[in-house]
């Protein structure tokens, strides 16, 4: 165990020729000088002789955007300083300042203890996004039951985030894993080693977090599925219904229609100027006009009813 304080050096989003400063004076390996000029890397772990580089991607949920915002921070760890490079808007590694701030005996501890007071501070900003997307998917589910048109495209998007939230908590994961594993090798002091641990442990209950909302989300875009499903059976039903009325009244038309035109047509044609017109030479030719209008009105009449167009 260590009895100095380290030094700490803290770069936010410096240039590729502070960048390459930085590697001069330290000596660093090429293969980490192009690590560290590169932002956009996965979580992981690596040591280069007797420098241990780590990345680590911190979270912010922006609720608006329903989006989860990463940054990132490199961190250089030596035998008596540490090197934190942010990239990107976060303030874990002014947290861990603030914290560290008069831990005299934890700081005494080497670049260690610097580094997991880091890595403390990215797991605790990881419990925000937790709420956040809990509220979120609570707000799918109200508007899943409530048949929002727009709750599919809200459901694959929150799916997407958590997907990428998941992958920073595992990976994120697998750096204190390495870090765990190196404990007795690098003879880290028992305090640590606790400190590890329990962050370890806060990480655990988010990465069972995220596994739960994968879950609910399934369920949820499953039941949306079958409800719109439903929606779209009922919407079906309805336009056979509106056709089948729709027919019906076509039918009761076209009959009085029918119907309507019988005397008409009797009457059109009693009404030509021929020579031996009924009304003309026929003293029974106008009754026996109406009844025959009467007669074809009542065929007609009788024969809809019967295939019930009327």
């Keep these: 165990m260590r009895a100095i304080t380290p030094k700490w050096l803290d770069l936010v989003q410096p240039t590729p020729d502070?960048?390459?400063?930085?590697?001069?004076?330290?000596?660093?390996?090429?293969?980490?000088?192009?690590?560290?000029?590169?932002?956009?890397?996965?979580?992981?772990?690596?040591?280069?002789?007797?420098?241990?580089?780590?990345?680590?991607?911190?979270?912010?949920?922006?609720?608006?955007?329903?989006?989860?915002?990463?940054?990132?921070?490199?961190?250089?760890?030596?035998?008596?300083?540490?090197?934190?490079?942010?990239?990107?808007?976060?303030e874990a590694v002014s947290t861990a300042r603030r914290r560290l701030r008069g831990e005299a005996e934890i700081m005494a501890l080497g670049p260690e203890a610097i580094l997991y007071g880091v890595l403390d501070a990215v797991v605790d900003e990881y419990s925000p996004v937790v709420r956040g997307l809990a509220h979120d998917i609570a707000e799918i589910e109200y508007e899943v039951f409530g048949g929002d048109?727009?709750?599919?495209?809200?459901?694959?998007?929150?799916?997407?985030?958590?997907?990428?939230?998941?992958?920073?908590?595992r990976s994120l994961r697998e750096v204190l894993g390495g870090l765990t594993a190196g404990f007795a090798k690098h003879d880290v002091a028992e305090t640590l080693r606790s400190y590890l641990r329990d962050v370890a442990d806060h990480l655990t209950v988010v990465t069972e977090s995220t596994d739960h909302f994968r879950d609910r989300l399934r369920d949820i875009l499953t039941v949306n599925a079958?409800?719109?499903?439903?929606?779209?059976?009922?919407?079906i039903r309805e336009l056979n219904e509106a056709g089948r009325q729709e027919n019906e009244a076509m039918k009761k038309i076209s009959a009085w229609a029918a119907i309507i035109f019988a005397p008409s047509l009797i009457g059109g044609i009693y009404g030509m100027n021929f020579d031996n017109m009924p009304e003309l030479h026929w003293a029974y030719g106008y009754p026996f006009a109406l009844g025959l209008m009467v007669a074809a009105m009542a065929a007609l009449w009788a024969m809809f009813k019967f295939k019930r167009w009327i």
Excluded: C, N
Excluded at 157 to 163: E, R
């Design 18 to 90: 502070r960048i390459a400063e930085l590697a001069a004076e330290f000596g660093l390996h090429d293969l980490l000088r192009e690590d560290l000029v590169l932002a956009h890397q996965r979580p992981k772990l690596e040591r280069y002789g007797d420098t241990l580089f780590a990345v680590l991607h911190t979270a912010r949920y922006a609720d608006a955007a329903e989006e989860v915002q990463f940054a990132e921070v490199h961190v250089l760890l030596r035998p008596d300083e540490i090197v934190t490079i942010t990239h990107g808007d976060t």
């Design 226 to 235: 079958a409800l719109m499903s439903q929606r779209q059976i009922e919407e």
């Design 149 to 169: 048109a727009q709750v599919s495209r809200r459901i694959w998007s929150l799916t997407g985030q958590i997907a990428a939230f998941d992958r920073a908590g």
